[in-house]
């Protein structure tokens, strides 16, 4: 091979040369491909939660680290508050201050705004490159790069880190990788150093995302799995000892997690593998100096009692109350009717609802079904790394088809695998080192641009053009599924996934794009036009936007840690006035803001969100609040004049269709969401109308205060309305008569 | 003052024992000499459809919950105590009771009470219940109810299932058995990497088509369409039938299974001329299985705008 005019080591610099500018250039579309929504209106945090991380970063960057973590924010759950510093998860808002930090030292003071919108690409770039790590140490590097390729565009993990989609998520999947990474490196070298690494990145990960305990669960899974397999060796050992006691005690610093991972059973897989695997030791010491036939049954015995004595003390425990119970969200993953029973407010989350198999194509393309090909070969020539990644295929495969939003993690299983069979498959059909027998090495580099390890085997076979046919027809095919991979990519990137959803864009019938800004200009007319310390009442999803954007205290937010608060605020908006004023009342409100979506058509507001108010606050007042009032006898959830008369005098139907008939003069007033036609102005009393947005999509209300005369406000707004009708009262008669008829 | 009922609580016990079970079965014959009073009984009446072809998955979920609270109250008052159940279902055949009903959706739930006038179904004199949607525990809303118009209280019975119980333990019993015998095979079976590999494999193909949808939505597995045909796709990404789950993970076993076949097998035939024909063979089969997926999928996505092959099938 050195004959040729280059040596080995030239090969080598061109090769490293190579992989190095892939990955650059991979990491250079995965971050502009996130840009669209940047380009097509601002540089703006998107959705709800974002709000509330860029509010707490801006806290972060303005107070000091102990201030931020004691942080009690009396703002939001009025009149309970939060203690946010010690309820959430700092690592994202700690990563974007240390780089806002970093970025003044050298001299670039850049705004925390464009930081946290352009943190989810940047760290995209970052996956991009610990999933080509991962994949290298399961196949090669040539697997690794497409599986870094795949990573960067396929549109599952987009999805979530859009620029702007300045959430948790945005750095847990690099976070994820990582710690898998450097959990493989570990398991297959034995080495504490790299287990070490392992820890500290699932420390950070414990620090940035709930998501962790997949984490948590599935490496003690990989150890256990690979235990029974019979597979356990010393450097299984001393990687997981090693990775989880640095790890456990690390994460045992975040507040939020505090003791949990000794108290809940949610870790305590991790705890159970922690002590079967020192008892594996044990016996495989002892195996080794008296070796005996009897010895392999009594070890079996053992540890099978072991085990069940492990699983009844952990039942006990829990019964007794020492060890917290799983989790709500752990138990909707596996009995699937929990959440819907027992708690609606997980249920409510569009998030959380099943996946539909078209979502999976949406997402991943042909990395689809490549993938469970991919699994397949991984089986041939198994390796623990391999049966790491079975493991997780199919566990996550069953999550993300129980939870849409768990797509998220199984997205990255799906690139790594889909690439090991690309890259089998290009193993065999793009190798012409029989034909160019001439120029093999050089060529191999520079065609396959980065395949290590390249046997060239000299056969003595024939060489017809049958095999190079052969060849073409496969590499040319599955090059045309690549290019319309990434084809596929960028138009479900731009469509789906690169709307802020705080601005709204729609096509006039002319093609051109209209800009709906309904939200900013709902929460700037509150943060000019109210007193600082007004309360607002809205539904919880726009909590983290009415403290991210108006200043405003909220009542409840998207935090929901608080099922009975937020069942206080449905039972608010879904009872009659007389009642409702009461909880008003009770609760200082100023102002109530609603979402319409009635004369847009935009289908995502509060009276379709209305069922789940229902529902939550039926889940507190079962006698006064009842979901079943709120259809027609027929079983409809009606708003026109046929719906029920508990619906037509509920609060929230009151503030969506005030003054909606109005606005169409005298015409037929049609709600374009619900298409049910509108022909009564609803009697409003408690509230009046204070701002109502351009295409009427925000309405904010101000609460009336208590009538100085004592009447009750149904009562003194009947007054004023007769009084300043008064003179006209003869007049207005007849059409009123008309209409009856 | 005795009223001379048309139907009384004894004639209403013979009807139900009639039956076999502890539920009036309605029938064309029967119904209105049942349900036209006078009456000093409650009766509560359930019309539900099973068929398979009506996809009605509410009625399955609330069959079994009512059977069982019907069987709790006989069981504690085996006359009745004026309270009937009463049922029919559209799979019977006895379709002259749902035209009397008016009925366009099923299930419905209706409620007789005791009454000193006769009147036909026509006149709506009774109750209708408003049953809550799917999901819920319809044992529990059914027990509620009765209880508030009877006025007595009974627990619900859990029934013992005696027949899971026996083929449980036998089926343990031959398990752990065989295990004791077969060793050797089973010790093969477990250590067969592709079986588990054919195992997982086939996991995650239900997984990624939706099955976990269809457990938890209860989706039909096909849907009657206008024209009188059967659709096996429903529009829009986020819904689907039980049927797309089949073809769906038949399209994808397909595909996965002809790409491990390039890898792992086509390279081992030694004849380069028939080499070639397997290649091209399991590159079509790729190619044109690929393209029915995408015009599936455009199908399910409206506006998704690339294709392969388009076939006019869908």
């Known amino acids: ?741 | 003052m005795a009223v001379a009922y048309a139907i009384d609580s004894a004639q209403l016990l013979q009807y139900k024992d009639k039956t076999g079970s502890n539920l009036i079965k309605l029938r064309n014959s029967n119904y209105k000499k049942i349900l036209e009073g006078p009456r000093d009984s409650h009766i509560l009446v359930l019309l539900t459809a099973t068929n398979p072809q009506v996809g009605c998955v509410v009625c399955h979920e609330i069959h079994p919950s009512y059977t069982k609270v019907a069987d709790s109250w006989f069981s504690q008052f085996p006359e009745g105590e004026n309270f009937f159940f009463a049922k029919a279902d559209f799979i019977d055949g006895q379709s002259e009771v749902f035209k009397a009903f008016e009925l366009n959706n099923v299930p419905r739930a209706f409620l007789f009470s005791p009454t000193d006038k006769p009147s036909t179904i026509g006149d709506k004199q009774y109750e209708m219940i408003n049953l809550p949607q799917g999901g819920v525990d319809f044992g529990g809303f059914f027990h509620q109810g009765v209880r508030q118009i009877s006025g007595k209280q009974f627990q619900i019975i859990e029934p013992i299932q005696y027949g899971n119980i026996i083929i449980t333990a036998i089926a343990t019993f031959l398990f752990v058995l065989s295990i004791k015998k077969y060793t050797s095979i089973f010790s093969s079976i477990l250590t067969n990497r592709p079986i588990w590999g054919g195992i997982s494999v086939f996991f995650i193909l239900l997984f990624i088509t939706g099955y976990m949808f269809n457990t938890i939505r209860g989706t039909p597995y096909l849907r009657p369409n206008k024209d009188g045909g059967i659709d096996y796709f429903v529009q829009g990404q986020q819904d689907q039938l039980g049927a797309e789950t089949q073809i769906m993970s038949f399209i994808y076993a397909v595909l996965a299974f002809s790409v491990v076949s390039l890898i792992t097998k086509a390279k081992e035939i030694k004849n380069e001329k028939v080499h070639l024909a397997v290649v091209v063979i399991l590159s079509a089969i790729i190619l044109v299985t690929f393209s029915v997926l995408t015009d599936i999928f455009s199908l399910k996505s409206q506006g998704y705008p690339y294709s392969l092959i388009k076939f006019s099938l869908f």
Not at chain 1, 720 to 729: L, P, Q, Y
Request: aromatic letters at 14%; glycine letters at 6%; hydrophobic letters at 45%.
């Open chain 1, 1 to 741: 091979m050195s004959s040729y005019e280059l040596s080995q080591g030239t090969v080598n610099n061109i090769q490293l040369f190579l992989k190095g500018l892939i990955l650059i250039l991979i990491a250079g579309a995965a971050i502009s491909s996130r840009l669209f929504s940047v380009i097509r209106f601002e540089s703006i945090i998107h959705e709800f939660d974002p709000w509330f991380n860029f509010r707490a970063t801006k806290y972060l960057v303005s107070h000091s680290y102990y201030e931020f973590l004691n942080w009690f924010d009396d703002r939001t759950w009025y009149p309970l508050g939060r203690v946010t510093g010690g309820t959430l998860y700092p690592g994202l808002m700690v990563t974007s201050g240390t780089i806002w930090h970093a970025l003044r030292k050298i001299g670039l003071p850049i705004d925390i705004r464009n930081v946290s919108v352009l943190l989810a690409p940047a760290f995209s770039g970052v996956t991009a490159y610990f999933t080509y790590l991962f994949t290298k140490e399961i196949k090669d590097s040539s697997a690794g790069l497409l599986a870094a390729a795949f990573m960067g565009i396929a549109p599952g993990y987009i999805s979530r880190s859009v620029a702007g989609s300045y959430d948790n998520e945005a750095i847990a999947i690099t976070l994820l990788m990582a710690a898998f990474y450097f959990w493989i490196k570990a398991s297959k070298e034995g080495s504490v150093f790299w287990a070490s690494w392992a820890a500290v990145f699932y420390f950070y990960m414990v620090s940035a995302w709930g998501g962790y305990v997949f984490i948590t669960n599935l490496i003690p899974l990989h150890v256990f799995v690979l235990i029974l397999m019979g597979r356990y060796n010393k450097k299984l050992y001393a990687a997981y000892s090693t990775w989880y006691a640095i790890g456990t005690l690390a994460s045992m610093q975040i507040p939020f997690v505090g003791f949990l991972p000794i108290r809940s059973n949610d870790h305590m897989a991790a705890l159970g593998v922690f002590g079967l695997i020192q008892i594996v030791a044990f016996g495989d010491y002892i195996r080794s100096q008296v070796p005996t036939n009897k010895f392999k049954s009594v070890l079996a015995v053992s540890v099978v009692l072991i085990i069940a004595l492990g699983i009844l003390g952990l039942v006990g425990l829990t019964y007794a109350g020492l060890i917290a119970p799983w989790t709500g969200r752990f138990y909707s993953l596996w009995d699937t009717n929990y959440a819907k029973i027992h708690i609606p407010i997980i249920a409510s989350v569009s998030e959380h609802q099943p996946t539909a198999w078209p979502a999976f194509f949406f997402d991943t393309q042909f990395l689809i079904w490549l993938f469970p090909a991919g699994v397949y070969l991984l089986f041939q020539d198994l390796s623990n790394e391999g049966v790491f990644v079975i493991v997780y295929s199919v566990l996550c495969s069953y999550f993300a088809g129980v939870m849409v939003r768990l797509m998220l993690t199984l997205t990255p299983i799906i690139c790594a695998s889909a690439a090991i069979a690309i890259s089998k498959l290009f193993d065999v059909y793009l190798d012409f080192s029989e034909y160019l027998q001439s120029k093999v090495v050089v060529q191999e580099t520079s065609s396959e641009k980065a395949k290590e390890e390249i046997s060239v085997t000299t056969k003595s076979k024939n060489h017809t053009v049958f095999g190079l046919i052969s060849k073409l027809t496969v590499i040319s095919t599955f090059a045309f599924y690549l290019y319309l991979f990434v084809y596929h990519c960028t138009w479900v990137t731009s469509i789906a996934y690169s709307s802020p959803s705080v601005v709204l864009s729609s096509r006039l019938p002319d093609g051109s794009q209209n800009i709906i800004d309904d939200y900013r200009e709902a929460y700037y007319w509150l943060r000019m036009n109210t007193p600082e310390d007004a309360k607002i009442l809205s539904w919880w999803d726009y909590g983290y936007q009415i403290g991210g954007m108006a200043d405003r205290t909220t009542l409840v937010d998207n935090n929901t840690w608080n099922n009975t608060h937020i069942a206080t605020v449905g039972k608010a908006l879904s009872s009659s006035e007389e009642v409702s004023y009461e909880i008003l009342k009770e609760h200082d409100v100023d102002y109530i803001l609603i979402i319409f979506g009635g004369v847009l058509g935009f289908s995502g507001d509060d009276l379709n969100k209305y069922l789940w108010m229902i529902r939550i606050a039926e889940g507190i007042w079962p006698e006064e609040v009842k979901e079943k009032d709120f259809f027609t006898a027929n079983g409809e959830y009606r708003v026109d004049d046929q719906a029920t008369d508990v619906m037509k005098n509920s609060l929230l139907y009151k503030l969506s269709y005030h003054r909606f008939v109005d606005l169409f003069g005298g015409k037929q007033a049609t709600d374009r969401v619900r298409n049910q036609k509108i022909t009564k102005e609803p009697d409003l009393n408690i509230v009046e109308e204070a701002y109502t947005t351009e295409n009427w999509l925000v309405r904010i209300y101000k609460v009336k205060d208590l009538d100085n005369a004592g009447r009750d406000l149904i009562q003194s707004s009947k007054f004023e309305k007769e009084s300043i009708a008064g003179v006209k009262r003869r007049v207005q008669k007849r059409p009123e008569l008309d209409l009856r008829e």
